[in-house]
C-alpha cells in the first residue's frame, strides 16, 4: 500500500530526511515515533505528495509520489499537524467545500457529506461554526474532511495534539474505527498514541529510522535485548559467578535472597535467590534459562520474561549512538 524507499529530504543546507526506507500494509495502523524534528512531518508530507522527495522514491496506493502527485492525493486522506478548516463556515458548509474541491460528483456529495457527519460524531455540530467549536470537535472536523472520499489510506500529522484528555480519547477512538477499514500512518512523540493505537512503530531519530517492529521486535534489536527474571531455590549463596555459562549472557545483576524461606545451612536449609539476566535477541531464553538450571541442579522457582516499556525502548533509539 505505501512504499518508501531511501528517501530524502533536504530543505537548503538542512537535511531533515537522511536515507529511510518502509513499507506500510493494507490494513495497517503504522506509528511514526520521535522527537521533534525527527524528520515525521517531512515525510509525511513526501507521502501525500506536498513535497517531492530530494532523493530516493514513494508509492502510495500503486502511484509514485513525483510522477502522479495528482493520483496520490486523490487516493489519501490527509490531516496535517494544523487542521486545514476554514473557521467562518459552518461544518456542512465546509466539508460540503471539501467534497467539491475532491470532486464527488454533485448526486453523491450529500451522501459523502452525511457519512463523514455520521462516521466522526459530528451531527449535533453540522450546522454550527467552526470558529465556535472546542478544539476537539475542529480536529474532528478535520478528520471527516480527511475521509469525506472515502479514501484507503489516512495520513495523521499529530492527530491529537493540544487536546484534553476527553478529547483525545474520542480522536483516538475515531482513529482505532477508522483502522478498521483503512491503512494509516500517523505521526506522534507522545508514546502512550503508539500504545493505544499502532500496531507497528517506526522510531525516527535525526531523519534516519533508528528501529521499526513492535514492541517485541524492536526491544530484540537492543543487544541484551531479552531481560529474564529468575527464582532459584538453593542451599548455598548465589552469586551473579554462579551464572557463568548461560549460552547467549550478556548481562547479570546480583542475586538477591528473599525473605522468609529460612537460611542456608549446611544442614540443608534452602532459601530463595533472585536475580534479572539479559540474553541476546534471537534465543529461546525461556529454554536456554531452564536447561542451564537443570543442568545446574538448581530448583527453578520461577522464570519471568520482562518486557521493555516502551519510554525504555524510545531512550535507547533517540538518545545520542543510539542503541547497541
Known amino acids: ?157 499529530e492527530p491529537t495534539a493540544g487536546l484534553d484528555p476527553n478529547q483525545i480519547a474520542e480522536v483516538r477512538r475515531l482513529i482505532r474505527k477508522m483502522g478498521n477499514e483503512k491503512t494509516v500512518i500517523l505521526s506522534t512523540h507522545i508514546l502512550q498514541e503508539v500504545e493505544a493505537l499502532c500496531d507497528r512503530i517506526l522510531i525516527l531519530n535525526e531523519g534516519l529510522i533508528a528501529a521499526g517492529g513492535t514492541r517485541d521486535e524492536i526491544a530484540a534489536q537492543i543487544k541484551g535485548g531479552q531481560q529474564y527474571e529468575l527464582v532459584i531455590k538453593s542451599e548455598k549463596f548465589l552469586s551473579r559467578e554462579d551464572l557463568a555459562g548461560i549460552p547467549g549472557l550478556t548481562g547479570v545483576g546480583d542475586f538477591q535472597p528473599l525473605p522468609g524461606e529460612g537460611e542456608p545451612s549446611g544442614g540443608g536449609g534452602f532459601k530463595l535467590y533472585e536475580a534479572r539476566v539479559s540474553l541476546e535477541a534471537g534465543a529461546e531464553g525461556g529454554d536456554v534459562l531452564f536447561d542451564w538450571a537443570l543442568a545446574k541442579g538448581y530448583r527453578l522457582r520461577a522464570l519471568t520474561k520482562q518486557r521493555y516499556s516502551l519510554e525504555a525502548l524510545f531512550a535507547r533509539f533517540t538518545e545520542a549512538g543510539g542503541a547497541s
Not at 84 to 105: K, T
Not at 129 to 146: D, V
Open 1 to 157: 500500500m505505501i512504499e518508501a524507499e531511501n528517501l530524502g529530504k533536504s530543505y537548503g543546507d538542512f537535511t531533515a530526511v537522511k536515507d529511510v526506507t518502509f513499507s506500510v500494509r493494507p490494513g495497517e495502523i503504522v506509528g511514526l515515533l520521535g522527537p521533534n524534528g525527527a524528520g515525521k512531518t517531512s515525510i509525511m508530507k513526501i507521502l501525500t505528495g506536498y513535497h517531492f522527495p530530494s532523493r530516493g522514491r514513494a508509492v502510495v496506493g500503486g502511484y509514485d509520489v513525483e510522477k502522479d502527485p495528482v493520483r496520490v492525493k486523490a487516493a489519501v486522506g490527509y490531516l496535517p499537524e494544523s487542521s486545514p478548516v476554514y473557521g467562518e463556515f459552518s461544518v456542512e458548509e465546509y466539508l460540503g467545500f471539501v467534497a467539491a474541491a475532491r470532486g464527488i460528483a454533485p448526486d453523491s456529495r450529500d451522501r459523502a457529506l452525511a457519512a463523514a457527519i455520521r462516521e466522526c460524531g459530528l451531527e449535533k455540530m453540522r450546522r454550527r461554526t467552526i470558529s465556535k467549536l472546542s478544539k476537539g470537535y475542529r480536529q474532528r472536523t478535520g478528520l471527516a474532511q480527511a475521509i469525506i472520499h472515502n479514501p484507503a489510506i489516512l495520513i495523521l500529522d
